[in-house]
């Protein structure tokens, strides 16, 4: 199994480029199902839940090419089965976004109940109420959820929470429902409007995306189109809590400072000096960063996704800092594994204290979820001596060429047995 191994204490330096969005071109991939015309998807990163989905959707009978540059082309002429089995699922939660499309397209779906990161019940009961408003009926049998639907009828669907998934699943059914369908306390992440952007190019009727009420006028049939996935503004933030931690000037090309603006302003907090143009993000740090206390929320606050890395960041901060985890009730296990390097943190439920210390010390670690690896990484590039942490399949989930980008910054960093 592979490992990453670090060896700290260095300032980062130079240019990378941010690759798409993964949370971004697993949905879009998904709305590949609504026509029989050709999906032309760009800036495609190359990881393995974009694999996994690709396995996904071929397995039903979606043509899909060879992934290259960036590029990625699905064709669902035909939907010869229109289930998506336990063995892939478990891997992978965004795999319920089939659930959707599918029983708009085909008016029926299996889909095994998901899996994925361990970091706490992550349920998908907003997408059932939310479908079976729109005229589904929804069962769960061994494991799976099997729902049928003659045609999927607009509704008005109240959301008892921000779901980001679950205002994708239910905007991807709406397109090709009959009537409208108003989705209230919808998810209001750029990931959300990205998938709208291509619905629309496909011919859906969308209004809303990116507030909290989003109106869909269901159409007959929808068409092919190309699309660009937008920057991952969760892979630009690790970079940048990486600089501001290690210290150091980086250049991140092709990103989208629009779409960071709770992570941006936490990183000036830090004393990190930040200058954005057009698509790129400059950041300088001299000498050791200042604490930074927050708090998750749906967006536009602060990131759940970025929580795990400003923690290893407040680990070696001047003060101590507050952080407060109000989406997942499970996402603090990497403090366990940055305790081992020599970090001063005190979980309190929902709230762990993190009192920075003046230097880390290597140590072998072991990744827990994907967010976790990465705060690990941006760890190890500060400590002292040698890091080496183990279940790294957990970044090549979220993270594209991962090793070679900090490389290319001066990290010496590689990918071992």
């Known amino acids: 199994m592979d490992k990453l191994l670090i060896t700290g204490g260095r300032a980062l330096a130079g240019e990378v480029r941010v690759s798409g969005a993964k949370n971004a071109a697993l949905p879009i991939m998904c709305s590949a199902l609504l026509t029989e015309q050709a999906l032309v998807l760009e800036n495609v990163p190359r990881l393995m839940d974009v694999r996994t989905m690709a396995r996904i959707l071929a397995l039903m009978g979606v043509e899909t090419g060879p992934q290259a540059n960036g590029r990625l082309e699905l064709r669902a002429r035909r939907i010869e089965d229109p289930v998506a089995g336990y063995e892939l699922v478990k891997t992978m939660r965004a795999s319920v976004l089939v659930l959707g499309p599918l029983l708009a397209r085909c008016g029926r779906a299996k889909v095994s109940l998901p899996g994925g990161c361990a970091i706490g019940a992550r349920p998908v009961d907003q997408h059932v109420k939310g479908l079976q408003a729109m005229g589904a009926t929804i069962a769960v049998e061994e494991g799976y959820m099997h729902a049928a639907a003659a045609r999927l009828k607009g509704a008005r669907i109240a959301m008892d929470l921000v779901t980001v998934t679950g205002t994708e699943n239910l905007m991807m059914a709406a397109c090709l429902a009959e009537g409208t369908t108003v989705l209230e306390n919808a998810a209001r992440e750029p990931e959300v409007v990205d998938l709208a952007r ?19 006028e269901g159409v007959r049939s929808l068409s092919g189109t190309a699309h660009r996935v937008m920057p ?12 501001a931690a290690a210290g150091g000037r980086v250049r991140l090309q092709g990103t989208a400072a629009e779409t960071l603006g709770a992570t941006l302003e936490k990183l000036r907090e830090s004393g990190a000096r930040i200058s954005t143009a057009d698509d790129a993000i400059d950041i300088e740090m001299g000498g050791r960063p200042a604490s930074v206390s927050l708090t998750t929320a749906p967006y536009p606050g602060f990131p759940t996704d970025m929580q795990a890395q400003f923690m290893a960041l407040d680990s070696v901060a001047h003060g101590t800092a507050s952080i407060t985890e109000t989406i997942f009730e499970n996402r603090f296990m990497h403090a366990l594994e940055l305790q081992r390097l020599g970090a001063d943190i005190q979980i309190h439920g929902n709230t762990a204290l993190v009192k920075g210390v003046e230097r880390l010390r290597g140590a072998k670690v072991m990744a827990t979820d994907l967010r976790a690896s990465a705060s690990l990484v941006v760890a190890g590039l500060v400590a002292q001596g040698e890091t080496l942490i183990d279940r790294i399949y957990h970044l090549d989930r979220g993270y594209e060429a991962l090793e070679q980008k900090l490389s290319a910054l001066g990290a010496q960093i590689a990918r071992v047995r």
């Open 198 to 216: 291509c619905l629309k190019a496909m011919g859906a009727r969308i209004e809303g995306a990116g507030t909290d009420t989003i109106r869909i």
């Open 232 to 243: 991952d503004r969760i892979e630009t933030g690790t970079y940048l809590s990486a600089v």
